[in-house]
């Protein structure tokens, strides 16, 4: 496995490459969920390469950027291990040099839901992106669905700017209790656990809750069923169109459902969604 680290490096090596290239652009502190991914790309692709880099640009001066976990070394072993072709993991200079001051907003799908709450994060997520498949020129990108919204905001920055990515969004993998994973589970004592175990079942019920009122009642119930299982806080819960994330008044044969949450636990802030079913 190669471990690229300037762009020097990936130009050449990107060179020497030949075939489908799949990409799983990552923030690192890999679990199952970005495995899940990469296994994806491997029967997709004849070359897989994983990014690791924490983008500053996406965290707001009040959140975890410093504390986000960092572990490129145990990275770099898990994916050797999987037999990933490259790793591209550059330093900060090489992606944010001094003098950078160009940024990609896609506008409306970044302004709700988490976008209302986290302003800075999809122009930071975007920027990003978008110059990790200017670097790496991938035919295809894999991103989970847990981050669902992310998802949907880089396919619609993939066809607004008619970039020649197909973007690839995959199931999110959960542990036994239906926790989806995620790096910042980390943070989470054993006792938070539990509590956020609880978020999945929670989120299951929403099509029964459905029945027995309006979208606008569905999501006061269930957002009132998570503050009573222990959540210090609930900055949404949302019944909205799987497609585009715009509001639903509801159910209706041809609208496919998505139910969105982001909820906190103490200081940690976890998001989580699924169709509704
Ligand atoms: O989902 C993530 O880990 C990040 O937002 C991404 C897509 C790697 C961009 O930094």
């Known amino acids: 496995m190669e471990i690229l680290r300037t762009l020097d490096e990936l130009r050449a090596y990107r060179h020497k490459i030949s075939g489908y290239v799949g ?16 296994k994806k790309s491997f029967s997709d692709n004849d070359v897989t390469i994983v990014s690791i880099f924490v983008n500053p640009a996406q965290f707001a001066p009040h959140e975890d950027f410093d504390s ?38 896609v506008s409306g799908i970044t302004e709700i839901l988490e976008g209302s709450f986290r302003p800075h994060f999809f ?31 880089i396919q619609k920055m993939v066809r607004d700017l ?17 926790l989806a994973l995620s790096s910042r589970n980390a943070y989470l004592s054993d006792e938070q656990i539990s509590i956020a175990q609880r978020l999945n079942k929670i989120i299951k019920q929403a099509g029964d809750v459905l029945k027995a009122g309006s979208i606008k009642q569905a999501e006061l119930a269930l957002k009132d069923e998570l ?22 008044y509801g159910l209706q044969d041809d609208i496919e459902i998505r139910v969105l949450v982001a909820a906190y636990l103490g200081p940690v802030r976890l998001i989580d969604n699924m169709a509704l079913n």
Not at 130 to 145: C, V
Request: contains cysteine; proline residues 5%.
């Open 227 to 248: 503050m009573s299982s222990g959540f210090t806080k609930v900055d949404y819960v949302a019944l909205r169109n799987a497609y585009d994330l715009s509001e639903v």
């Open 68 to 105: 986000y976990p960092r572990q490129l070394e145990e990275d770099c072993k898990k994916l050797d291990r999987l037999n990933v072709d490259a790793v591209w993991a550059p330093s900060m200079a090489e992606i944010y040099p001094k003098d950078f001051h160009t940024s990609v907003k």
């Open 123 to 153: 122009e930071g997520v975007t920027t990003i992106v978008n110059k990790l498949f200017m670097q790496i020129q991938p035919d295809r990108a894999y991103f989970g669905e847990k981050d669902y919204q992310q998802l949907k905001v």
């Open 162 to 178: 008619n970039i020649a990515v197909d973007v690839i969004g995959c199931p999110i993998v959960r542990d036994d209790q239906g």
């Open 23 to 38: 990409l799983v652009p990552t923030m690192g502190a890999l679990h199952e969920g970005h495995l899940s991914l990469i």
